[in-house]
């Protein structure tokens, strides 16, 4: 199990964790991240995994790590709200809106679910149970305190979690439903899109038809980007996906097409207490079951 890191979470963030080549080390950070990183040694903003703050001629060995705060970046603000639909001593359920990221990564660090709660409601242990993709609404779960995180996770690492969502697709070619989709899902560092190979099956969905294009999607494991393969590869991709079946480039400001997919519902045997839990979004899915499946406008195919 990772040691906790040396330093608190500051205005919703946790600091960044720097695994080490070896050696002197205001030179390693000055090497790779540029002056900047080096200002912070020198300010005594850089500690190691015990705490004791780094300076100019600290040295350590290869696989070793330091422990400082990111600068942060502008980002565009993801303009929607996020209702919290429970609140306990445990637990905070909240109705995520699409284009919010759950955590932290790569351009989207304070525009996100995880960063805004932490600031809102003053939790700053706050940790996501699961994770939503950023182009995903909905339901999304999150436990108050570090040393509940773990019997939460393991629900849903464990499959013991009931998770539906609903979909909605333009297109219908007399797919013949309910069906339960099962593959392998294979997706690879450096590829926006996860891929469907050939071998042993990792990845299943129970699809059926609710409505007028719209779908439930009910999945018994939770591979990366599942339920928009399955639906692509059934030939229903979902509206506004950017992904599948092909890439379309849109631009990060742009909240005008979202993925009509949506976490509808969790339901699970809390590991605690043994009641029974479940958490139903309020959010609704665009009626667009006749609209064709478009690119937003000035989008283009990514060849």
Do not use: W
Not at 148 to 159: E, H, I, P, T, V
Not at 230 to 237: E, T
Request: aromatic share 4%; charged share 25%; hydrophobic share 40%.
């Amino acid at each position: 199990m990772r040691r906790p890191a040396p330093l608190p979470v500051r205005d919703g963030l946790g600091p960044a964790r720097v695994r080490l080549f070896g050696g002197p080390v205001l030179a390693e950070l000055q090497a790779r991240f540029g002056a900047a990183a080096g200002a912070k040694v020198r300010a005594g903003e850089v500690v190691d995994a015990d705490g004791v703050v780094v300076t100019d001629t600290t040295v350590l060995p290869a696989g070793a790590h330091v422990y400082l705060y990111r600068e942060l970046r502008d980002e565009v603000p993801v303009p929607f709200d996020m209702p919290v639909l429970h609140r306990d001593d445990d637990l905070v359920v909240v109705d995520k809106p699409h284009f919010l990221a759950t955590t932290p990564r790569g351009r989207h660090v304070t525009q996100t679910a995880l960063v805004r709660l932490r600031r809102e409601l003053d939790l700053p242990e706050l940790s996501p149970a699961h994770r939503l993709d950023r182009l995903t609404a909905g339901v999304l779960m999150f436990t108050t305190r570090r040393e509940l995180r773990g019997a939460y996770q393991s629900l849903f690492a464990a499959a013991a979690v009931r998770k539906t969502y609903l979909a909605r697709s333009a297109v219908d070619q007399g797919v013949a439903l309910p069906t339960g989709v099962r593959s392998r899902i294979v997706k690879r560092r450096g590829h926006l899109q996860a891929v469907e190979e050939p071998g042993e099956p990792n990845a299943e969905t129970l699809i059926e038809r609710c409505g007028d294009g719209l779908y439930r999607l009910t999945p018994s494991t939770g591979r990366t980007h599942q339920l928009r393969v399955h639906m692509a590869a059934l030939g229903l991709p979902i509206i506004g996906d950017p992904l599948y079946p092909e890439v379309i480039e849109v631009a990060p400001e742009d909240f005008t097409n979202p993925l009509q997919l949506l976490a509808h519902r969790l339901e699970f045997t809390d590991p605690l207490s043994g009641r029974r839990r479940e958490f139903v979004s309020a959010r609704m899915l665009h009626d667009v079951s006749d609209a064709p499946r478009a690119a937003l406008p000035g989008s283009r195919p990514r060849r």
